[in-house]
């Protein structure tokens, strides 16, 4: 005999309020994989997406390395406008998931926000710039494609870890002058 489904301890609403202050996020995270068909799902996942995307910088390693490749390429990109643009995108996609797929562990969750940060900075950065900077072929590559590579290179944890992942998405080469370091001498 299975359980009777019991209505969640706390609303949507309350966990909305706690997550703003940084709390029971991991809560939230299970109630909107349980109840994100509910009518107040869409505000606890854009308090949970904003939770997210803020906390990239404190903790996700890869979101870090990203964005100082970008600063170090001198690209003057709007941080903080960006960050906003990617809450909607990741609140949808938090939604989206608990409809399709269910759980959302807190790591796949931080994951997703730092991913969905790297798109939105895309545009304003030259990726020539940014391939040149990093010992790689400077080559056409249309905006899909660049949003795509950069959300991509989130999860490297090292410059070179960004190079190659660019590299690999983009189908490039090293330039002849920048010899990979990890190849055999």
Not at 50 to 60: D, G, I, K, M, N
Not at 107 to 115: C, E, K, M
Not at 125 to 134: E, F, G, T
């Amino acid at each position: 005999m299975t359980a009777p489904h019991r209505p969640p301890r706390r609303t949507a609403r309350e966990l909305a309020r706690a997550v703003e202050s940084g709390r029971s996020v991991g809560e939230a995270l299970r109630h909107l994989d349980n109840y994100g068909s509910g009518p107040d799902a869409p505000m606890l996942a854009e308090s949970l997406a904003r939770f997210l995307v803020a906390r990239c910088e404190s903790h996700h390693a890869g979101w870090r390395v990203v964005r100082q490749v970008v600063v170090d390429s001198a690209a003057d990109a709007p941080w903080e406008r960006c960050a906003r643009r990617a809450v909607p995108l990741v609140a949808g996609d938090l939604l989206e998931f608990s409809a399709e797929e269910g759980r959302m562990p807190l790591h796949r969750a931080q994951h997703l926000a730092a991913r969905r940060r790297a798109e939105t900075i895309s545009p304003h950065v030259d990726h020539a710039l940014v391939l040149r900077d990093l010992g790689l072929e400077p080559a056409a590559v249309d905006e899909d494609t660049w949003r795509e590579a950069i959300g991509g290179a989130v999860k490297a944890r090292s410059r070179e870890q960004v190079a190659r992942a660019l590299s690999a998405a983009l189908d490039l080469s090293r330039t002849a002058d920048d010899p990979d370091p990890e190849a055999p001498q």
